[in-house]
């Protein structure tokens, strides 16, 4: 449901969608978004397991705004559109709540959610903070079988499974900017691309005020274009995503492959 971004990328059930990018950028909230969008189009439902984004009533209400477009009042509060759209979280949006999290129990509870409720879509966020529960001393092994375990748990129940995850390090270029991380920046990285279906990047640019989002990988063609980028304007009050005119954006409403 944003402009541009449905231009570049597409995703279905079945596959896993890895997000990275630097701290503050943004990506736990456009991530957010894509849900909202998934469930205003399709009727998705979404459980997230995101031990960074607690109280979860906090993130209920960052879910509400979005679908809201904007900041709710005290005098909203109550009314038949609060109710409405209080009601639309509380039966599309599962916060997956746990003491200790690992990817095991959160995989064991996500299928829970997929037979009791229905949900089509799973967000980790942050991978680092829902650790596996199998020892690897070898960090390429322990992606590997992370990323496995997510792939088996997607295709067995036809869930999208969202992964957030942070790069490692952060370099700056010559003129003191931070360089765009990719895939191969997340601890472990080499396994993150072979093995995801689909990588993007979210990335904010504090001068001008935007938000960028580039597609780092897509397995399939149909699906997207590598490299391809959408531009946004982020909105405080809504915390949503207002897309902007850019080169690198599709003029028309076809998507790229038409």
Known sequence: GLRYFDNIFSTFAGHFITVTGIPSSGKSDFVDQMCVGYNQLYGWKTAFASPENQPTFLHAHKLMRKIWGGMPSEAD????????????????????????????????KGAELVKRKGIKCLVIDPYNKVRSAKPSTDVNQYTLDYLEQIDVFAKKYDVLVIVVAHPTKMYKDGNGKIEEPTMYNIKGGGEWYDASYHGLLVHRDYDAQTVKVKVLKVKFQNLGENGAEAHFKWQSDSGGYKAIENPTSFASDKMPWE
Do not use: G, P, R
């Open 77 to 108: 509060i109550n009314t038949e559109k609060w109710n409405t759209i209080a009601d639309m979280c509380n039966s599309s949006f599962y916060h997956i709540d746990m003491e200790k999290y690992t990817l095991e129990h959160v995989l064991k």
